[in-house]
């Protein structure tokens, strides 16, 4: 049950991109049409779910003083962490590009770019703070990454529908994806209300 | 926007081939033509949670600025023994190593400020500025140069940050750098009779919010595209 409780917190509560404004950068630059968005956010979800893992393994059994090397090595987080991250959106590329090449097509350019979003690498530091366990990690990842593919889809679909509107020039485009965002995190914002502890009980 | 006439340090302005007409453009550019948040949308990421007051903002600039000269300084002199597969990680390690630098400096100066940014300080590392302008401008240009264009954009970048702060901290909380301007602070609560030309404002708690930061920025690009209107998108 705690589990699903940080899958929920992660995706609604404390969205990466509506509360925290991590991973700003792609979510504003891929978020002019549906389709790309929609891979993006599913590509997120996946190297979310799987560097947020990696790194808690590495935190706790290379890192940490009580780990296998016996040092307090937490200095080199930074390093470490981006090493995985970096080294995890390559293989997926690679992994992709043999398995599915129509997938790939469709996302070629934007896997790279999750590299330096970030979500990730903001995913893995709030992992450390909050001192989540394995399993708990695995919920963060994914639900965090659940988060962020709900925001870019919800975000490219309003921005397909403005284009029509007669928004003045000025504001036409950035301008009015970020009043849009905010109008969109106060929303998400009603959701802090819910308090997750209580779904379980 | 910014007042352009802090960005030219008279001292290296003497010196005629270190500090010429691009070098000046170098720097300059980046605070309105071509300004990291407003106009390239990059780097939006780390910075907006931390515009609520204006002193982390101000040691947040400080920080960018510094790793993000000395990253393209750095990339530029490795540029030509970079293999172009593994450029990513190497630009990733180069600017992972400043951000450790800065994070273990800010630890050791000001610890308050350090908490207060927590993982923000990390997040340098994946601003996308910093990878950006690593990828368009120091893979291909001489150190100078390069060092040069860093430190203009981050400091385009800090200027909207030091703004956005400013506006957030004035009317979010009445204070700025933490200086009781106007409003009820927590400490004149009760006793407003003696203090009354403190209590005439309310605080905005709106804000506040992490959601403010979007208005205030989605309006400051409206002005700034309404006084420089080449920069209207047209699409």
């Known amino acids: 049950m705690e589990l699903i409780n940080i899958f929920i917190k992660a995706a609604f509560i404390e969205n990466m991109v509506l509360a925290y404004f991590l991973g700003m950068c792609s979510y504003l630059a891929v978020s002019k049409t549906l389709d790309t968005a929609f891979g993006l956010g599913l590509a997120v979800i996946f190297v979310l779910g799987i560097t947020m893992p990696i790194n808690w393994l590495i935190t706790t059994f290379l890192l940490s003083e009580s780990g296998l090397l016996g040092i307090d090595l937490t200095f080199l987080r930074f390093i470490l962490f981006i090493a995985v991250i970096a080294s995890m959106v390559q293989l997926v590329e690679m992994v992709i590009e043999k398995y599915s090449p129509g997938l790939y097509a469709s996302l070629g350019i934007f896997l790279p770019l999750i590299t330096v979003n970030c979500a990730i690498l903001g995913g893995s530091l709030f992992m450390v703070a909050r001192e989540y366990t394995f399993p708990e990690s695995v919920s963060f990842g994914l639900g965090s990454g659940f988060g962020f593919f709900l925001a870019i889809v919800a975000i490219a679909a309003i921005r397909e529908k403005i284009r029509y509107s007669n928004v003045p020039g000025p504001l036409r485009g950035l301008g009015m994806a970020f009043i849009l965002t905010g109008l969109m995190g106060i929303g998400f914002m009603s959701l802090m209300g819910i308090d997750p502890g209580a779904i379980g009980n | ?235």
Not at chain 2, 19 to 35: A, C, S, T
Not at chain 2, 46 to 65: C, E
Not at chain 2, 138 to 158: I, Q, R, T
């Open chain 2, 1 to 235: 926007m910014a007042d352009s006439n802090t960005v030219a340090t008279p001292k290296t302005a003497e010196s005629k081939p270190l500090f010429g007409k691009r070098e000046r453009r170098l720097l300059v550019d980046p605070i309105n033509d071509n300004n990291p948040i407003t106009v390239q949308v990059l780097g939006i990421c780390s910075a907006l949670a931390i515009t609520t007051q204006v002193s982390p903002a101000v040691v947040m600039t400080i920080a960018v600025i510094f790793v993000m000269g000395f990253a393209n300084l750095f990339t530029s002199l490795l540029r030509h023994s970079i293999p172009k597969q593994v450029r990513m990680i190497i630009m990733l390690i180069i600017i992972a190593f400043l951000v450790t630098v800065v994070e273990l400096s800010l630890k050791a100066i000001n610890y308050p400020i350090y908490q207060e940014l927590s993982v923000f300080i990390g997040l340098i590392i994946t601003n996308c500025i910093i990878m950006g302008r690593l990828e368009a401008f120091a893979m291909a240009d001489k150190p100078w140069p390069s060092f040069l264009d860093g430190v203009g954009n981050a400091m385009g970048y800090g200027a909207i940050l030091i703004i956005v702060a400013f506006f957030r901290e004035l009317f979010g909380s009445g204070s700025l750098m933490g200086w009781e301007l106007f409003g009820p602070g927590p400490q004149f609560m009760i006793n407003t009779e003696a203090h009354w030309w403190l209590s005439w404002y309310m605080p905005n708690n709106l804000m506040v919010l992490s959601a403010s930061a979007l208005f205030v920025i989605g309006i400051l690009i409206w002005i700034h595209r309404a006084w420089n209107r080449k920069l209207i998108d047209v699409s």
